[in-house]
């Protein structure tokens, strides 16, 4: 059979309709700022992530900072929280924040999916697209005392009473932790419309729904919980990804399982309408030489991220695709 693949990056359409039944960064002249062109480190940066601390959002918009910071690109880097609705408070204030070349949002494909469950006045085509920077793939979790000590365990008991099963994800419907459970329903046999997914703002918050047994399994990005991996308190059943993670190599992928299914998530940083083309080029010129630097080569590797970079127009075109494709999609499952 051919294998079933959800390559978002690739084009999410075709998979989402089976799986049916993210501050001008020039420095202020006269206080001692560099331009990302006269040798010295960019200062006067901020980065908005649109959910709550301890997410996939956070951890990446806070290792790009810390890069940044640790390879003198950029000093005094500010990442700060503005969570709610799935992300869309923080894309309101983007959009709001028009021409200012100092801010950025951090953002993925749970943005995308929450500007149109939330039916947000403010959409991503608004933002001006700086970079896609990384690829990841989802995990399937529990919490270390869980019953299930296998995916086939997890998936015998779901199938059993999909209902009872209680599934989090930390994104709203029409983001990647609720694409793909939907998709690994469907892909097992089960209607997705049985499913009994609970929506969090962000890793940060499915984190103690998991620990606490509120639900019976998380679908979320792996490097969300590499701690409490290392740490003993979770467990990764499966990864999505094509072949073996190298800092998980001891776990199976869905596809190694049995179960005919690959899924990779991404994300990337956007900033508010209107600003300058310097603005913008001083951003692309800090983002592409955080990208370049050893410190972020060892990032990926440490996070198990995959490098997706690209910008400016190239991640526009990107973005445009990802959001016609999910509002297509979300209008087939009825949720936009």
Same mark, same amino acid.
């Given at each position: 059979?051919?294998?079933?693949?959800?390559?978002?990056?690739?084009?999410?359409?075709?998979?989402?309709?089976?799986?049916?039944?993210?501050?001008?960064?020039?420095?202020?002249?006269?206080?001692?700022?560099?331009?990302?062109?006269?040798?010295?480190?960019?200062?006067?940066?901020?980065?908005?992530?649109?959910?709550?601390?301890?997410?996939?959002?956070?951890?990446?918009?806070?290792?790009?900072?810390?890069?940044?910071?640790?390879?003198?690109?950029?000093?005094?880097?500010?990442?700060?929280?503005?969570?709610?609705?799935?992300?869309?408070?923080?894309?309101?204030?983007?959009?709001?924040?028009?021409?200012?070349?100092?801010?950025?949002?951090?953002?993925?494909?749970?943005?995308?999916?929450?500007?149109?469950?939330?039916?947000?006045?403010?959409?991503?085509?608004?933002?001006?697209?700086?970079?896609?920077?990384?690829?990841?793939?989802?995990?399937?979790?529990?919490?270390?005392?869980?019953?299930?000590?296998?995916?086939?365990?997890?998936?015998?008991? !779901?199938?059993?009473?999909?209902?009872?099963?209680?599934?989090?994800?930390?994104?709203?419907?029409?983001?990647?932790?609720? &694409?793909?459970?939907?998709?690994?329903?469907?892909?097992?046999?089960?209607?997705?419309?049985?499913?009994?997914?609970?929506?969090?703002?962000?890793?940060?918050?499915?984190?103690?729904? &998991?620990?606490?047994?509120?639900?019976?399994?998380?679908?979320?990005?792996?490097?969300?919980?590499?701690?409490?991996?290392?740490?003993?308190?979770?467990?990764?059943?499966?990864?999505?990804?094509?072949?073996?993670?190298?800092?998980?190599?001891?776990?199976?992928?869905?596809?190694?399982?049995?179960?005919?299914?690959?899924?990779?998530? !991404?994300?990337?940083?956007?900033?508010?309408?209107?600003?300058?083309?310097?603005?913008?080029?001083?951003?692309?010129?800090?983002?592409?030489?955080?990208?370049?630097?050893?410190?972020?080569?060892?990032?990926?590797?440490?996070?198990?991220?995959?490098?997706?970079?690209?910008?400016?127009?190239?991640?526009?075109?990107?973005?445009?695709?990802?959001?016609?494709?999910?509002?297509?999609?979300?209008?087939?499952?009825?949720?936009?």
């Amino acid at each position: 059979m051919a294998t079933r693949r959800n390559l978002l990056v690739m084009g999410v359409a075709a998979t989402a309709a089976v799986a049916l039944a993210a501050c001008g960064a020039t420095a202020d002249k006269g206080e001692g700022g560099g331009s990302a062109n006269d040798g010295k480190p960019v200062t006067g940066l901020r980065i908005m992530v649109p959910n709550t601390p301890g997410g996939g959002y956070d951890t990446t918009a806070r290792t790009a900072a810390k890069v940044m910071e640790d390879a003198k690109i950029a000093t005094g880097v500010q990442v700060f929280n503005l969570p709610g609705a799935g992300g869309t408070v923080g894309l309101q204030r983007t959009v709001n924040e028009k021409g200012n070349g100092k801010l950025a949002m951090q953002m993925g494909l749970g943005v995308v999916g929450a500007s149109y469950t939330s039916k947000s006045a403010a959409t991503l085509t608004q933002t001006t697209p700086l970079a896609k920077m990384i690829e990841e793939a989802g995990a399937i979790v529990v919490p270390k005392d869980s019953p299930y000590k296998t995916i086939n365990d997890l998936i015998a008991a !779901w199938k059993a009473d999909p209902k009872k099963i209680a599934v989090g994800g930390g994104s709203s419907p029409g983001g990647p932790d609720h &694409l793909l459970p939907m998709q690994l329903a469907k892909t097992v046999g089960i209607d997705p419309r049985q499913v009994n997914f609970v929506s969090y703002d962000g890793g940060g918050e499915l984190l103690p729904a &998991l620990l606490g047994g509120k639900v019976a399994f998380g679908a979320s990005g792996f490097g969300e919980f590499l701690k409490q991996v290392e740490a003993g308190q979770i467990r990764v059943l499966a990864v999505t990804s094509e072949a073996p993670i190298d800092v998980l190599k001891d776990v199976p992928t869905l596809k190694s399982s049995g179960i005919d299914l690959v899924f990779t998530n !991404w994300r990337g940083i956007v900033a508010p309408p209107g600003i300058s083309e310097a603005d913008k080029k001083v951003w692309i010129d800090v983002l592409t030489k955080m990208h370049d630097s050893a410190e972020w080569k060892a990032e990926l590797a440490k996070r198990g991220w995959t490098d997706a970079f690209v910008t400016g127009d190239e991640f526009g075109t990107f973005l445009t695709e990802q959001d016609k494709a999910v509002a297509d999609i979300l209008k087939q499952l009825g949720l936009a």
